[in-house]
């Protein structure tokens, strides 16, 4: 699962590179966009808005709604629209369900999980425990180490395992510039 402690760090950008990165490697990719107050992964790959909510309001199955997307190897679940109750809808037994059913799924090598900002919802506290791990995005010139690790805190509260932290926006050092370009300037 990706996330961020605010809106606007790049979590969803950094989520489809990534998913990208590993469809061009062979393999199987599902995104699932469970951001369901502000969802971007549809529009990011220009696909419908049909989704998650459409499979737990109109008892679908999920293999009914998932899209292909341009990139081989790539599929979508996207929202679909969005409901009155995200938090409610992404507790109940249904979406957990869903979500264990697709976890077992052999279709796919890696699901990879678009969730909304920690500090904003408690929506990713809610599907933090479903996942096998979290990376989480930090943009440098926005978010505040404070911040951070406040986010940080709420998400091992809810039994997240982090993987790692992107950092996004960071600014070089003219001292670490040398590297780069004693590195790049092959002989």
Sequence with gaps: MFTSAGPGEGKSTNLSNTAIA?????????IIDCDL???TQHKIFGQKRIGITNILVENLNYQEVVQNTEIINLQLLAVGPIPPNPS???SSERFVGLFEKI??????DYILVDAPPVLAVSDTTIIAPLVDG?????NTQIVKPAIAVQ???ILEKAHAKILGVVLNKIEINKE???YYYYYSNDS
């Excluded at 976890?103 to 796919?108: C, E, I, N, V």
């Excluded at 979290?134 to 930090?138: A, D, L, N, Q, S």
């Design 22 to 30: 590993l469809s061009q490697l062979g393999k199987k990719v599902l």
């Design 37 to 39: 107050r502000k969802p």
């Design 88 to 90: 409610e809808l992404l």
């Design 103 to 108: 976890k077992q799924d052999p279709a796919y």
């Design 134 to 138: 979290i990376i989480f995005v930090v």
């Design 151 to 153: 986010s940080k805190e």
């Design 176 to 178: 670490y510039m040398k």
